[in-house]
């Protein structure tokens, strides 16, 4: 009963603006590769296409999880007096982009006048845990050494917050800065948070700026990661520029009869599953069962968690045809 109490359907539905929103920000890379969101999904989802695959139990127990952590988090801010507001909303008409903020946090300055900062709350478990939180600090079983940071997706979307709020979005809108706080669900007492906040070249000094000046384009604004226990750095593989000029381009084919590009892809050629792998873009154990197993890597969107995942694609993993026209499925295949 549980079970399908989380998984049914709720009546009505919701009517939202056709907006986008910042967890599906995206970004082509200068390799050709996308990461972020998929506008592909934002376009069934703006044009009301039904979704072919509702959140099992497990995604939809994963989905309460995390909106108990969150509230967990602002309970604790509310009663150590930090706590500003929750749910703050935001809507840039230049881009359709919409969103809210998960949690306000307050402090007193120095000055004694007071500070605003953002903070988004995400729980993991397992390996997002190790890759968000605790990093692997050498090689262990073939897995390389990383570094922790936060995902990419995470990331963009927080991007996306600190420049909705930022001073020249006027007064009453600025924070000062924004936290990024991943909690493991399964060891709470180990998390971490990460302070974010955009910089140009001009922001950059000593170190910083000598290890990336090069990858920093001069008009451009990147994220720099701070954390305790670690050098900071700039993540330069993508911009806010970059991610604005994205939802602007999807705007447009939007606006036209075309449907956008699926930026994902199923299953992945022989030759791609040897290209990512070599890059480090799939995991050691996904190439390992690929090897042994025979079972085809693709993008985790389109092979688990994309509410259009059977819609855009046929079990074979070819291209639906019919979903390039937003006609509703006759062959169940
Ligand atoms: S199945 Fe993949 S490409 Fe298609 S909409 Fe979903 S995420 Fe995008």
Redesign the pocket.
Known sequence: MISNELTRTRQPKSRRLPTFYPSSASVKLADGDVVGG?W??DW?RVNGIEETNKPDFYLAMIFQLGHAVEATVVEAMKKAGIFEANNTKFYDPRYNVSGELDVVGRYRKSDNSIGYYGVEVKSVYGIGATLTITGRSRAWRGQPAVRPKPKDQNLMQTMIYIDQFSSESGGEFELEGFKLLYLPRDKPVDGRYYDISLVSIDDLSGPLLARHRADMKPSNRYALIETEGHDSYVETRFSIEEMYARFAEQKEIFSSDKAPP???K?FYTDDEVERLYSLGKLSKTAYTDWENNKKRPG?F??QSY?N??DY??KKSGAPRLEADKLVQITEKE
């Open positions: 998929c592909r999904s069934y699926r930026p994902f199923k993008h969107l389109c994309c259009y995942r855009c694609y």
